[in-house]
């Protein structure tokens, strides 16, 4: 038994707790929890701190409801009073964790020993899925490279609304994945809807979507160096049993076995970095057409003032240290002019980001992030009815979240398409470390699926249509309101 669960089952003891109440406060299965006082299991480091915390408040809790807290410091010889007792607790916990990951590692590195298990009880297999991987995946200190040739259909209509993550990884993980056309498309409505929450949900991961006409019958999971989970599935394609392999050695050669099924000429979503999707002039290309269908997940970038673009040059050049930026930034203001004059334009845009907009002025042009000033707001508003007077052909679609309810967490990527090319924009992405910026989308299959949804979009009762004249109509009845809160927003600021 390891020093970790030597002095968890003492404290479950001790505080006269039950295996499923701890349970129940971490988070876990009963199994769990057991595994961790009997077998020598660890939780994964990425989330031992928060564990170790929960534990610590609940141990805490149950010693001072009892009036133990004498017999405590007596057995565990330490000083302790009511107000120190977690943090007591908690470096207990810490302490003993490190001591056993350090065992744990060294016996591993000495012996060449790596477990190969046999999941086959159901509640094993959603523990070790829903729990086990995703931390383990997590606590890897550096970047990893997973395959799945699991369909993600299967994933993204199961319990996606519950999936995003708050936990943002230290370092890149790439993951490619496998995405069955033919059911995908039988029903594209659905599908391409729960595929963006699914982005949405793991927008720190940077996903490829293959059509997996060369895998689908693999059924294996491989994180490259370190884990290959095989699936045997029923005829629902519902896991039934996983063996789970760890040995380096094995892993790899399941990888390199598999990785050919991950053809490049069958990539349909590509996860991009900013340095990719401008070397070859996709930007430039994409603003060469018409027929634009934008949605904005955040803020709203275009049709700004001529007054905020020296601004925003010199914040790219100057803040982001970046001179190609700052030239893109200046040519995009000469070409979006002339597309602003005639072009067809859809502007679909949340209810929720259009009054967070009015409040910090955050925008994200290109790769730079800027926060217009609030006299900049209302010279893009006055801006925006300046040109919908002039160019009737463009639209303006405000979407309102509280018609979406339990969805609204995954709004958060912005959509460019013109009908023939398309690629999806992480705002959040801008703002951490890890995950992609964009997502260039390859198949003009979905490129003509998505084109369908967004106009049928209009039709839906949360999605409200305003051309120009509506606009206007809009503007004279609630302008004032909308400087206000802007004058408010300066107004805190300053305080």
Known sequence: MSAYGTLLKT????SGSKLSTVAEEVGYDVSYISKWCNKAKLPASKMAPNINRTLANHFSHEILKHEDLSAFAKLFAVDVTPETLNSVIYNLLKENYKESSREAANDQHAHGIYETRVLSLANDIYEFFDHELPETILSYNEPLEVLCTLDVCRFITNNVLDAASHIIPEHEINVKIGLNTETFFADSPLYLKQLYYFINAHSHLAFDFYDDCLMNSLNTIIVKDHMAILCALDQYSRIQTATVITDPEKVNQIYIRTLPSFRVTNLLLHA?????????GYRTDFYARDNYQIFLALGFEYLL???CWDSIIRTARERNKDEFMAQLVGQLQITWEEIFEKNTLDF????????????DGEIIFTDVVYHMTPEERKLHIQKVLDITKKNPNIHFYVIDEEYLPNVEHLLRTSVFNNRKKLFLKIPERY??????????VLSDRFIKEVSEFLDDLKTKPYCFGYDADGVQKFADKYGSLVNRMIDLSAFKINK
């Not at 404290?11 to 001790?14: A, G, K, P, R, S």
């Not at 991009?272 to 070859?280: C, G, I, N, R």
């Not at 703002?431 to 260039?440: A, C, E």
């Open 272 to 280: 991009t970095e900013s340095d990719e999707f401008y070397q070859h």
């Open 305 to 307: 003032p001529v007054e």
């Open 431 to 440: 703002h951490t470390k890890v995950g992609p910026h964009f997502y260039s």
């Open 11 to 14: 404290l479950i003891n001790f």
């Open 348 to 359: 679909y845009v949340l209810k929720s980001s259009l009054l967070k907009y009015m409040e």
